[in-house]
């Protein structure tokens, strides 16, 4: 059974930081990309970042470019989100999520795992 348990979420000012957590089971991490979304209330689930199952490859919405950094431990089977120079508007809950192949990685719908989601909220 594939599990994705995201975690690290929080309340935080704007400007301020935080780092996203997500450990998967369950499935060969080392095969996998591994993509980041969010969804803020009301509006649909939007894609963030994803990380090719090497690392050796990155694509991140022109929202976050600049500002976020996600990465990977295939030896924890665990993929990070780093979070910097945070606005209010980035405020949703974060879903990690896997795929096997590495295009379409902006498509949620291309997505084969999903975790649970963890709240980011910046404060104003």
């Known amino acids: 059974q594939v599990q994705l348990v995201e975690s690290g979420g929080g309340l935080v000012q704007a400007g301020g930081s935080l780092t996203l957590s997500c450990a998967a089971s369950?499935?060969?991490?080392?095969?996998?990309?591994m993509g980041w979304f969010r969804q803020a209330p009301g509006k649909e689930r939007e894609f963030v970042v994803a990380?090719?199952?090497?690392?050796?490859?990155?694509g991140y919405a022109d929202s976050v470019k600049g500002r976020f950094t996600t990465s990977r431990d295939n030896a924890q089977n665990t993929v990070y989100l780093q979070m910097n120079s945070l606005k209010p508007e980035d405020t949703a809950v974060y879903y990690c999520?896997?795929?096997?192949?590495?295009?379409?990685?902006?498509?949620?719908?291309?997505?084969?795992?999903w975790g649970q989601g963890t709240q980011v909220t910046v404060s104003s």
């Open positions: 990380i090719r199952w090497s690392g050796g490859g990155t």
């Open positions: 999520a896997a795929k096997r192949r590495w295009y379409d990685i902006s498509r949620a719908d291309e997505y084969d795992y």
């Open positions: 369950g499935l060969t991490f080392s095969s996998y990309t």
